[in-house]
């Protein structure tokens, strides 16, 4: 007689598995029906099934973070990807914010070096799984720990197509199934050999990564128009404002040599970055504007930055980081909590105050609004609260701060080279512009409108590719595979 449980248990908290099915692992997420289901419909494809490690001719992660020090970092050298540098969106490591190390410490760790056609994959963390292809123009990198990376057997599996295949919805639940536990996600080496694949004939993979380059093309063209439109903020802003920004400067030894009397730097920094050209200029610009100048601390009541906790749960209040943060808006998908107890001051964000990103990220504003009020924020961040609601508009400050003329100031205050970041102590002396009230409501609404149609924008690019990712899992099924 076999044991069988109630029909009312949720089966995917509650299920059996014969004893004769469990491999290494013991920990119950592991054997998840929905696991199984998705194990069947690979087997349910007519084409090949197999592991990662039987078509990579390497798969490895990055050194430790040890291995690499501060002094091995430079301007410009050997690129070291990060998990930042792999995206799920785009298929090809993002190469717009890259850091680089030396020769020498290259070498060192040249265990982990890594090609065009190479695949980098993020085993820890949010991102975990996010696989993005080494592209033609970086010739030789370097992977952080955080990384592992894939050298293909190209007579098995086209590179792009295991970059695909990664990313699909299927290939992303199959990936964090091999998650070995604990508070940040994480994949081993040794479980990442064993990431089962499907490996359809080259003629499908290829018109799979035909599709997928089209659906990438199509959303890259909306997400610049998004961007046109975006961009388009700062030139109304400045123009609403009277200001006139100064032109970039050519990086010439001429443009780099100044001179700054002693009476202008004492008491304060005396490194010469504070003093740019381009920084005095601003300066001048903001002064010149038809509108009041105030300073933050002159137009606030408190300015305080958050509370420093690591040990976050399941539920209780909202702790926002600095990736939360994105400029005039939030990013909730990846949301942490802290238990109630853990409030030890009176930090809660309330509707109206304005948050400044302090580290990394720096100089990144957004107002609060009813999805994150009573949140907490994390010490990376500051809290800014006006004093006057009748004479502030928070989204007004934001977009404001997020322009050019406020990125240029904040640019000019952060201390630190890898790491930038900007005090509170000078924070309070940032300049801001401030027109009567109705003038700002009439820049916000116009902000707002360009803003709206730069997100509708997106939302079709991003349901287009979702519809592509669909389209491919159903090739790599079989279910369309002989559809052109």
Not at 246 to 267: A, C, D, W
């Amino acid at each position: 007689m076999s044991f069988q449980l109630s029909p009312d248990v949720d089966k995917n908290r509650i299920f059996l598995i014969q004893r004769s099915a469990l491999g290494e692992r013991l920990d119950c997420e592991y054997y998840q029906p929905s696991h199984y289901h998705d194990l069947q419909l690979l087997k349910a494809s007519p084409y090949r099934n197999d592991v990662l490690d039987h078509v990579c001719l390497r798969i490895v992660d990055g050194p430790f973070g040890s291995s690499i020090k501060s002094q091995d970092y430079v301007e410009s050298g050997i690129p070291f990807f990060r998990v930042a540098d792999v995206t799920r969106g785009k298929g090809s490591v993002k190469t717009d914010d890259l850091i680089y190390i030396t020769e020498e410490a290259h070498q060192k760790i040249i265990r982990s070096r890594v090609v065009p056609g190479d695949v980098v994959i993020a085993k820890t963390g949010a991102t975990m799984g996010a696989a993005s292809l080494v592209p033609a123009n970086i010739p030789e990198a370097n992977i952080r720990g955080d990384l592992a990376a894939l050298s293909l057997n190209q007579n098995d599996c086209l590179p792009q197509y295991i970059v695909i295949y990664i990313n699909t919805n299927i290939g992303q639940r199959l990936f964090w199934r091999l998650d070995s536990g604990g508070t940040r996600g994480r994949v081993v080496i040794g479980n990442l050999k064993k990431y089962p694949i499907v490996i359809p004939p080259k003629e499908i993979q290829e018109r799979i990564i035909v599709r997928m380059d089209t659906a990438y093309a199509a959303k890259k063209q909306k997400e610049e128009e998004a961007q046109r439109l975006l961009d388009s903020i700062d030139d109304y802003l400045l123009s609403e404002l009277g200001i006139n920004l100064p032109e970039p400067e050519e990086n010439t030894i001429q443009n780099r040599i100044f001179y700054r009397s002693l009476k202008m730097v004492s008491g304060g920094r005396i490194d010469p970055y504070h003093y740019k050209n381009i920084f005095l200029k601003t300066l001048s610009s903001i002064k010149e504007s038809k509108y009041q100048n105030r300073t933050l601390s002159q137009i606030s009541k408190s300015i305080i930055n958050g509370y420093d906790y690591r040990e976050f749960c399941d539920s209780g209040r909202v702790y926002l980081r600095v990736s939360n943060i994105r400029k005039n808006e939030f990013d909730l998908q990846e949301t942490k909590f802290i238990p109630e107890f853990a409030i030890e001051k009176d930090i809660a964000l309330a509707q109206g105050d304005l948050l400044i990103t302090r580290k990394g990220s720096y100089g990144i504003s957004v107002a609060v609004d009813a999805s994150v009020s009573q949140a907490i924020i994390s010490s990376e961040i500051f809290r800014v609260r006006f004093s006057n609601l009748n004479k502030i508009h928070p989204y007004y400050i934001s977009a404001y701060l997020n322009s050019k003329i406020g990125q240029i100031y904040f640019d000019r205050i952060k201390t630190g080279t890898i790491m930038g970041h900007i005090s509170q102590e000078v924070l309070q002396y940032t300049p801001v512009i401030v027109p009567p009230l109705e003038n700002q409501l009439e820049i916000v609404d116009h902000i707002t409108a360009i803003r709206t149609q730069a997100k509708q924008l997106r939302q079709a690019a991003a349901a287009e590719l979702e519809q592509a990712k669909q389209e491919v899992e159903a090739m790599i099924l079989g279910e369309r595979g002989n559809k052109a």
